[in-house]
């Protein structure tokens, strides 16, 4: 069993953990474009200071954030309606509805944010379409702006967040329910009181999975977004392959991982008491 | 006596602060269809599993043999085991199930084909060779876990509630079946049951477990007519448990004490009226609630009384058994 | 009761639209005579043509390909032991660190693996000389992050086993690496091998991590299909979007025929 253990965490280890020392040490250097690689090693927390002071660097934190959360709740507001029509429907035909709900997500993302840009370009089809129903009469772009962003990312992340909520939709005693409707529960009652809080470790697992790796998102923002929208993503990307400021975005790097360390434990932890469960 | 085939010493097992098995010591010898019997939560289990090596003992000894077991792995050991649930092997069909144990031994080709073959006859189940236990009924799946432990020629043969799954008419075959392998065949069986009726009409003799100790080791019919405790008696077929003059406790079974219309020639008579009867067959069960408050459970082998009527028991002065406990 | 099962599929409905509008969109536009996703202007297959015979397309999917085959086996032989160990290992020290290291790849922002992966394989280059940044760089990040996938799904096969069939086998006298072998293995192949689907699919697709660790003279499916993205529409990466969106439903269907027959 010692060796099972060794050999993923040997790689984990070297090609994950590892890195991050790295990254840290460079956060904590000098730009040196100079230099190959263009970095002076030292112990400055300039990068840092820069981060949190610069109100660009600011509104990317918190701008980030918000997308990111927005577009959680957005994903968890359609997501669960789908998982719990997923597991209420005949077990036959479960398989099915979620294959497809999942084959978007072995479709490379690229290319579905790329299916979007059609969709919202200027004069695209939601473009002509909004006109044909006249719900706006010149409705100018959608893409390019944070709407776009929003739906980029719920798009992307849906299946994230129905498949933890049908893992655990699908597991609930329908007995607890009828139970409920004997002792005199509305409907609307015993969804509240007993369907939504025995689900609730669905709901956070598939928030995590969305929220997490939203804040750091590149592609959809560049793709979808505008030049006002920046989003740390991009911060990182744009300090590091267009500045070739490695140290600032080793700094964002850092700055996101501690960020994020408090939602990785929570997922860390909910997947090992759900293992638990089913032991 | 000859050297045991299986010895327990002192042995203790422990989940958490619960003590599984207490403190056990127990000789099994060979050729004996042995029982553990017990409630839910006594430790049979644990125990069986603590022969098979599935868990190791914080304390004691397991001599199997009189080699010393104890800290031995499962594939190590002379003993197998049937489960519960068959745990047969769901990518094989049957012979290959059966076959299994002996390929783990290395046993030549065309000898495990003629000893699968040769099992698979002892449990009449020659013509589902190569089926697959998803195609099954739960009889045949029993017999299939049979086969692919007996293949083995083991010296001792575990079977953990091997009739639980079984419906009742099967049930009744098989105990039958069971037993005449086992003879035939002169094996050693340990047989873990919660089923008093079941131990007490196959074993040879069985053991009482009761939280993880045990309480009464005999034959059927030594535990059945003179049960160590209250608690025994009770688990045993139907007791009543009374209080004589002197402060000790007896066991009187039912089929001991005789119904009468009037008041009959012994020590022990008592009136009272009958409120119930369970009507069994062979025989009936009359509770009665007697004068004095008490309520006796009294056998009837026939009609001669109906309920609500008033009766007189009586039992001989040695038909109750002094309990110690 | 009725009511609210009717406002679930009605979601449910509207969530399978949302989810494949633009795919289909996209695909159909793929035969589309003119370069122009907002007019249809009749049924061509030029661009599936001109797909076809577009070189560097065809060798940046290649390396793609081939990139995704040694990553999602290397993940799945080392996913498969972390699965396992999640599973089965006792409370060892330092247990929820390990669980966390091998969750952690699969919902961290690309851009923070992909730096310090860059970062790693740079410092390794100066302290050794080598290797250089292309196949062997971009397969290893890949495989760093479809560990995760493949052990969650192996993880979840071992929780549903039944483990007196293990029990079995070594009482008939099998070690336990002959348990593993003969009973464990066959039994949990069929999720490995859906594990290595996913993780297959996800190398294939894998564009931001893949950005960071290759070298100028790799180029993936992914970073080509962005160059030209960034431009604006084009006609053959709608094309290429229907062959991915096949092969992708192909992929999918074999790995829910692996896990559901049991």
Known sequence: MRAVIALPLVWLGIFFLLPFVLVLAIALGTNAPDSVPPVALGLSFANFKLLFTDDLYLAAWLISLRIAATSTLVALLLGYPMAYAIARAAPARRPLLLMLVVLPFWTSVLIRIYAWMGLLARNGLLDQFLRWTGLAENPGTIIGTEWAIHLGIVYAYLPFMVLPLYATLEKLDTGLLEAAADLGARPLAAFLTVTLPLSLPGIVAGCLLVFIPSVGEFV??????????????????????????????????????????????????QQARSLERRR | ??????????????????????????????????????????????????????????????????????????????????????????????????????????????????????????????????????????????????????????????????LAALDRKLREGTRFELV????????????????????????????????????????????????????????????NILKVPGGRWIALRPEKIALFAARPDTAHAFAGRIVDIAYEGSRSLCRVALDDGRTILASMSDDAFHRGQNVWLGWAADAGHPLEA | MRGRVRFAIAALGFGYAFLYLPLALVMIYSFNESRLV????????????????????????????????????????????????????????????????????MVMPEVVMGISMLLLFVGVDRMFGGPARGFLTIAIAHTTFAIAFVAIVVQARLADFDRSLEEAAMDLG????????????????????????????LSLDDLILTQFVAGAQSQTLPMRVYSSVRLGVDPQINVLATIIVVVAAGALIVSGWLTQRR
């Open chain 2, 1 to 162: 006596m000859s050297d045991p085939i299986v010895r327990l010493e002192g042995l203790t097992k422990r989940f958490g602060a619960v003590a599984a098995v207490d403190g056990v010591d127990l000789d099994v010898v060979g050729g004996e269809l042995f029982a553990l019997l017990g409630g839910s939560g006594c430790g049979k289990t644990t125990l069986l599993r603590l022969l098979a090596g599935f868990e190791t003992p914080d304390a004691g000894r397991i001599l199997i043999d009189g080699k010393d077991m104890t800290g031995v792995p499962p594939h190590l050991r002379p003993v197998n085991m049937m489960f519960q649930s068959y745990a047969l092997f769901p990518h094989m069909n049957v012979a290959e199930n059966v076959g299994y144990g002996l390929r783990r031994e290395g046993v030549a080709k065309s000898e495990a084909a003629v000893r699968v073959a040769d099992a698979l006859t002892q449990v009449q189940l020659t013509d589902f060779a190569q089926r697959r236990p998803a195609q099954l009924s739960g009889g045949q799946r029993q017999r299939v876990a049979l086969a692919r432990a007996l293949v083995k020629r083991p010296r001792l043969l575990l079977l953990d509630e091997p």
């Open chain 1, 220 to 269: 959809i923002p560049d793709l979808l977004g505008g030049t006002e929208t920046l989003m740390i993503g991009k911060v990182l990307w744009d300090e590091f392959f267009t500045n070739g400021d490695w140290p600032l975005a080793s700094a964002v790097a850092i700055c996101l991982l501690v960020l994020l360390l408090g939602p990785l434990a929570l997922f860390q932890r």
């Open chain 3, 174 to 201: 099998a070690t336990p690496w002959a348990t593993f072998r003969t009973i464990t293995l066959p039994l949990i192949a069929p999720a490995i091998g859906a594990g290595w689907l996913l993780a297959f699919t």
């Open chain 3, 38 to 105: 907002t007019v249809w202007s009749g049924f061509s297959t030029k661009w599936w043509s001109a797909l076809l015979a577009n070189e560097a397309m065809l060798s940046a999917a290649w390396l793609s390909i081939r990139i995704a085959v040694v990553s999602a086996s290397t993940a799945a032989i080392l996913g498969l032991a972390a699965g396992y160990a999640l599973a089965r290992a006792p409370a060892f020290p330092g247990r929820a660190l390990f669980g966390g290291m091998v969750i952690a790849p």
């Open chain 2, 180 to 239: 005449r392998l086992q003879e035939e065949l002169g094996l050693t069986f340990i047989m873990v049951t919660h089923d008093q009726e079941e131990a007490m009409s196959m074993a040879t003799r069985l053991a009482v477990m009761e939280a993880g100790r045990i309480v009464q080791t005999g034959s059927p019919r030594e535990v059945y007519e003179r049960p160590a405790s209250r608690f025994i008696a009770d688990f045993i077929g139907h007791a």
